[in-house]
């Protein structure tokens, strides 16, 4: 059974500092990116980064880009999302899926990578909210 599992999440001040992690488990974990993604409030979902598990490429959305990292334990086959410089605009449940390489380009990760339509299994989501 196919099994994404966030943990991490909570409530932090403005500026400070979470870490998420995304325990994937029932499936080859190198044959799949794990993207982030986060929905506040009556908003749509956002693509927050994403990762290759096959060769570690990663992406960052322009919002989180130098505030979040990304990084993989293949070993544990667990995704971890780094969150510092929290912004009361972070605070959203937060959401991990997986996404088959084969639907990856070569090259660099792009935008087009974090499209929600293109991941087939999500975990039950994670609550992050930064207060002011």
């Known amino acids: 059974e196919v099994q994404l599992v966030e943990s991490g999440g909570g409530l932090v001040q403005a500026g400070g500092s979470l870490r998420l992690s995304c325990a994937a488990s029932?499936?080859?974990?190198?044959?799949?990116?794990i993207g982030w993604f986060r929905q506040a409030p009556g908003k749509e979902p956002e693509g927050v980064s994403l990762?290759?598990?096959?060769?570690?490429?990663?992406y960052y959305a322009d919002s989180v880009k130098r505030r979040f990292t990304i990084s993989s334990d293949n070993a544990k086959n667990t995704v971890y999302l780094q969150m510092d410089s929290r912004k009361p605009t972070d605070t959203a449940v937060y959401y991990c899926?997986?996404?088959?390489?084969?639907?990856?380009?070569?090259?660099?990760?792009?935008?087009?990578?974090?499209?929600?339509?293109?991941?087939?299994?999500w975990g039950q989501g994670t609550q992050v909210t930064v207060s002011s």
């Open positions: 029932g499936f080859t974990f190198d044959d799949y990116a």
């Open positions: 899926a997986r996404l088959h390489r084969s639907a990856i380009a070569a090259g660099p990760l792009v935008r087009g990578d974090l499209g929600p339509d293109k991941y087939d299994y």
């Open positions: 990762i290759s598990g096959t060769d570690g490429r990663t």
